[in-house]
């Protein structure tokens, strides 16, 4: 007897409720990797260790660069890479909530924010191509990651409620009325995720170009020619894990910005953001401290920020949580 063809179970939506089914468990993983890269690099900087292609590229261990002038290069090194790694923390977290909570409503806004912010994060890779530097781990990542990611977001596209343009940002997901306390905390939020983007684009040109600004020479105590007479490598090294952190926070920030702006006020809403917001200035404001990297100017906009970021989270905590109920 013939066997008659498989016919695949699908959802109320039609999509076929396969492991790929919509896309999500694609975009899930990708937050997971990046979470997990994020750890990693948190991990990596606090045992004091170089990655080997670093070690092979620079052509000395993190232990024999710290014998140079009291270890400063080494430790502005390593506070780069915690910046980063909060960064990718707070990327992964806030892919995965877009994913499992309004991508799953079928949100045309959702898709947008992956979309832009993860073109963003992952072009900042080709950022090498100012500073000479190819990361063979970073590459290997981004060749795992972002067939993930694309794959995710071809799934996820049959899925979405119509209009499914990118017009769909232009809808915000609550009226910003400035008579109320969550009109101002959100205005607040909106204001300072949209400095990170503009403060990632900043430091991503900086690693491309003048790779320091003074405060980071005065720190280290040396001058940029200084670092190339120790290798000729090791500026474009810094150069790599700056731009890097750059193109992390603008990816970020734009993420950020378009939960802000797009999303409805909810308890999960407030979660994500505290917990993404908190991971990310956690890491890039007390490596600093930990390491003496505590000069007021270069400091001050990221402790402007974290403030501002708490009051605007504060401000909407209430309307947030009422709306949950």
């Known amino acids: ?45 606090a045992t004091g260790h170089f990655l080997p292609h670093d070690v092979e590229f620079l052509g000395m261990t993190a232990s024999e660069l710290c014998g140079i002038n009291e270890c400063r290069i080494v430790h502005f090194m390593f506070h780069d890479r915690v910046s980063f790694g909060g960064v990718l923390i707070t990327i992964g977290s ?34 090498y191509l100012g500073y000479g530097y190819l990361d063979s781990w970073h590459g290997a990542a981004t060749l795992v990651l972002l067939p993930c990611y694309l794959v995710g977001l071809l799934r996820a596209w049959p899925a979405l ?34 400095g990170i983007s503009g403060a990632g684009l900043t430091i991503t040109a900086i690693g491309m170009t003048t790779v320091f600004v003074p405060q980071d020479l005065r720190f280290m105590g040396l001058t940029a020619d200084d670092l190339r007479a ?20 603008c990816s970020g920030g734009i993420a950020l910005f ?22 990310g200035f956690t890491a890039a404001i007390a490596v600093h401290f930990l390491i003496g990297y505590d000069d007021v100017v270069h400091v001050a906009p990221a402790c402007v920020g974290v403030v501002a970021y708490a009051v605007g989270l504060g401000l909407c905590f209430e309307t947030m949580l009422r709306r949950s109920r």
């Open 161 to 194: 409620h119509s209009p499914r343009g990118i017009t769909s940002l232009r809808a915000p997901g609550a009226r910003c009325d400035l008579a109320t306390s969550f009109g101002w905390g959100r205005l607040t939020l909106l204001l300072t995720t949209l």
């Open 1 to 45: 007897m013939p066997v008659a063809p498989q016919i695949p179970n699908l959802d109320q939506r039609g999509i076929p409720t396969t492991i790929l089914g919509d896309g999500r468990f694609l975009i899930i993983l990708t937050g997971l990797g990046l979470a997990f890269a994020g750890g990693f690099a948190l991990f990596q900087s």
């Open 94 to 127: 806030l892919y995965m909530w877009l994913a499992e909570f309004p991508l799953r409503q079928g949100l045309a806004w959702a898709w947008w924010t992956l979309a832009l912010s993860g073109s963003v994060g992952f072009a900042s890779f080709l950022a």
């Open 230 to 249: 120790i290798s000729p490598r090791l500026v474009p090294l810094i150069a790599h894990d700056r731009a890097g952190f750059g193109g992390g926070l």
């Open 258 to 279: 378009l939960s802000v702006w797009c999303a409805a006020p909810s308890r999960n809403l407030w979660q994500i953001l505290a917990l993404a917001g908190g991971v």
